[in-house]
Structure formats: C-alpha cells, structure tokens
C-alpha cells in the first residue's frame, strides 16, 4: 500500500502564500488534494491524474497550482493570495484506479489518505 506524507502547512496572513508537498511511497494513477475545516465537510482542492490532466475547484482556481515532480514521487500545491477561508487540515489523497469520482474531486474517488497538515490564513 503506497503511503503519503504531507508537510508544508504554516500560518501565514492574508495575502500570503505557502506550498504544500506530498511524498508518495510508491507510484499512483492520481494525485489530489482536499482540505477540511472546522464544522466543515472536506471538500476536494486540486487533482493531478498521471497524464498531466488537471482539475481545480472553483474557489482556487487563478490562485492555486497543482503540480508534480515525478522522479521524486511528491506532488505539491502552490497556494497563493491566501485568505482566512482557506483556513482548514490539507490531506493529501492518491487513487491507483481513477473513477468519475476521482476526476469530479469526491473523496470516495480517493483510497489513500495522509495525515494532513494544517494551513492557517489570520486576516
């Protein structure tokens, strides 16, 4: 079973900009962020499949960037004008066998979980 590790969250004020990484154990065909706040359902950020293809929310997109570097196996998201809103636990989730739900950015499209890392945007 590949295994995730995120690492990179940090407060910072609004405006602000700060990137999370994700290290990967082994190879998958997709790669993705979510983000949870408090008294919120998680609710899915960025996905990146194995082809290149991107997919975004609408409440980051123009703001954040997905990316990957293959050879290390990490995946990272660039974060950028942050404000209070994107306060919340960042997970990182990775799929080897991509559904609908993997591209729609659902989270039981994902069946591997990190830890998180906390983001915290003070205005």
């Known amino acids: 079973q590949v295994q995730l590790q995120e690492s990179g969250g940090g407060s910072v004020q609004s405006g602000g900009s700060l990137k999370l990484s994700c290290a990967a154990s082994?190879?998958?065909?997709?790669m993705a962020w979510f983000r949870q706040a408090p008294g919120k359902e998680r609710e899915g950020v960025a996905a990146?499949?194995?082809?290149?293809?991107?997919t975004y929310s609408e409440f980051v997109k123009g703001r954040f960037a997905i990316s990957q570097d293959k050879f290390k196996n990490t995946l990272y998201l660039q974060m950028n004008s942050l404000q209070p809103d994107d306060t919340a636990m960042y997970y990182c989730?990775?799929?080897?066998?991509?559904?609908?739900?993997?591209?729609?950015?659902?989270?039981?499209?994902?069946?591997?979980w990190g830890q998180g890392t906390q983001v915290t945007v003070s205005s």
């Open positions: 989730a990775a799929t080897s066998r991509v559904t609908s739900a993997t591209i729609r950015l659902i989270d039981w499209g994902y069946n591997i």
């Open positions: 082994g190879d998958t065909r997709c």
């Open positions: 990146l499949k194995k082809d290149g293809n991107t």
